[in-house]
């Protein structure tokens, strides 16, 4: 083989070796924009739903909130959507502060607006989210008798002290992608309530830290 088929040679092989060299990165780089999962491992805007359970307190005592939230996905980072939530639990009302003096009253409470929430390296199997709940908050008492108890008074008949409000909450979650369509995302957060006139509930008792289990199901 002479000098210059050597050369050439070399150089076809240099040009082979950078060609794969470029193809390996490409793929590299197309799967590191893949979501990464913890059971098993696309682009643009999506979309998902969320279940949630808060615990929390209101007026001192434990309360148990359920709630609901969902919105648009946008470029999987920012949630634009809407949300409530509501406690489920017995939360006594003083006998000094009861519209119905004598019966076993419960506060009822419940909070209903806007929800955003901003991912960060949403494609990871465990990030952060920021959080954030804006929207109105409400209080009402109702006759909540204990198990094997249960007797009839009409709901109409008596004033709930039926009270609204400002809040908002902002959080923090630390999201695992459990799968595609499913994260898990466990946090933290606090309430700030603000205009409450209710018997017995100023600001300060309905404002308070929360701990949130959170099951997202959706398109991200």
Known sequence: MSYDQKIDYSMTTMKKILFALLLISSIQIVK???????????????????????????????????????????????????????????????????TMPGLRMSYEFGQVGFVTEYAIASNRAVHVNLHLMTGAGFTLQYHRPEWGDWEYYDYHNYDHDENWFFVVEPGVQVELNLLRWMRFSPGVSYRFAEG?????????????????????????
């Open 32 to 98: 590191a924009q893949d979501i990464q999962t913890i059971f098993n491992s696309s682009g643009g805007s999506g979309g998902y739903g969320a279940i949630t359970n808060k615990f929390t307190s209101i007026n001192g005592e434990f309360a148990n909130m359920v709630g609901i939230y969902g919105g648009w996905f946008v470029n999987h980072k920012l949630l634009i959507g809407a949300g409530a939530a509501a406690t489920t639990n017995y939360i006594e009302v003083p006998q000094e502060y009861s």
């Open 196 to 220: 409450s006139e209710a018997e017995g509930l100023s600001d300060n008792d309905l404002s308070g830290m929360s701990v949130n289990l959170t099951l997202k199901f959706g398109k991200f």
